[in-house]
Each structure stands twice: as C-alpha cells, then as structure tokens.
C-alpha cells in the first residue's frame, strides 16, 4: 500500500533538513510543493534529480487532491512539502490529510519530523513556553479586534504569524489592547539576518517604522 508522507523542510538555512527527510526525497514517486520552484532549490543542494514535481494548494489550482489520491490508489509513494517549514501548520498540508484519510483509509500517512518558525522563535525567546496559544495567520479584518483583545487577556504566552505587509498595523492593535505587555518578535528566522527583539509594542512600532529596511521576511509574534 502507498505511503503519503508529510515532510518538514528548512525554514531558511538549507543545512536544516533531516537524513531521513531527504532520503524520503529521493524514494517517492511524486513530490507535492507550495511552488515548485523553492523545492527545486533543496533537491539540487543536496543532488536529488529526476522527481516528479507537482504544485499543490488547499485552493486546488495546482494538482487536485482527486489527482493525488489517484496516485495514491495506484500504488504510487507521495511526499507533501511546504515551502518552509512543516505543512499544515499555517500552509498546505490539512485538507489533503482529511480527505486522504477519508477516501483511503487504509494508505499510511506519515510524518517525516522537520523545522517550525514557532518552536524554533520559542526556544530562543526567553519567555514563558510551557503553555501557549498558538493563532497562526491573525485575519486581515473580520474578527482580527477580538483576537487582540483576547490577547491583551490571555495569561499564557500567544503566538501568531505575520506579514511585512501588516507586521506595523498588528503592533499598533497590540499597543492599543496590551500596552504593558512584553512583545518579541523573531524575524529571518535560521538566515543570515535572523532578528530577534523585545520590547512593549510601542517601542517595536517605533523601532520599525524608523528601520523599515527590517520590516522584512515572515515575523514570529510573541506576546507573554
């Protein structure tokens, strides 16, 4: 019976892959991606030619999830990888396991451990992390006040994802919902400009609306 394997890959340094990960690599018979184009750039670091790539998101515009069960039913050994990180925490990866699950039960799903943007800005945080929240990607507008105020309430450490296009509007909430609170945000996580900084919200705001050459990368959101 066909394997599906979810696989963790490097959040930024290359070298953050796993031997097992990049043996899986070379085995399947399809490599599911976010954009082909990112995995490309991991197997010809690490020499592994010749794999059948394939686009895929929960939006179904690249490779449908249909397809891949088919390939899945004929035998065929798939790999889901995600641009950076582990999929289906806060990028593809759910959707397929559910409906995979549902229309082979049988077919083994397994995971292939790699890199996280959030354990990875917890270990070297400094905050309280032996219970947290984690909100991934806060929404761009309906319901995104209650989760700060849910913030601003919360007595465990939260934690949650952002953009450089709206890093600056979430410090502006955060400063007007949890003014007192510490904020430390993790930046370029694993490459070389990795960022790490504290502070009240209004003194990150401040900070980066005065270095906006740093508001850069994905940003890891800390609030304890």
């Avoid at 559910?98 to 354990?119: C, F, H, N, Y």
Wanted: hydrophobic share 40%; aromatic share 6%.
């Amino acid at each position: 019976m066909a394997i599906l394997y979810i696989v963790g890959t490097p959040i930024g340094n290359l070298e953050d892959v796993t031997l097992r990960a990049l043996r899986i690599l070379k085995e399947v018979d399809v490599i599911l991606c976010e954009d082909t184009r990112v995995t490309q750039k991991l197997l010809a670091k690490y020499e592994i030619a010749g794999k059948q790539l394939a686009t895929y998101n929960e939006q179904d515009s690249g490779v449908t999830a249909g397809k891949i069960i088919g390939w899945l039913a004929e035998g065929k050994n798939v790999a889901m990888v995600s641009d950076a990180g582990t999929p289906g925490i806060s990028d593809p990866g759910t959707l397929l396991v559910q409906k995979v699950r549902e229309a082979l039960p049988d077919v083994k799903i397994e995971s292939v451990p790699g890199p996280s943007a959030l354990t990875t800005a917890l270990s070297i945080a400094g905050v309280p992390a032996h219970e947290f929240v984690f909100l991934g990607f806060l929404p761009h507008k309906k319901g995104r006040e209650t989760l700060f105020k849910e913030i601003a309430e919360s007595e465990r450490t939260m934690i949650f994802y952002e953009s450089p296009h709206r890093i600056l509007k979430a410090l502006e909430s955060l400063a007007k919902f949890a003014p007192t609170k510490k904020v430390t945000i993790a930046r370029e996580l694993t490459k070389i400009h990795e960022q790490i900084i504290s502070g009240t919200a209004e003194e990150l705001l401040t900070y980066f609306e005065t270095n906006s050459d740093k508001v850069r990368g994905e940003f890891v959101v800390i609030v304890s």
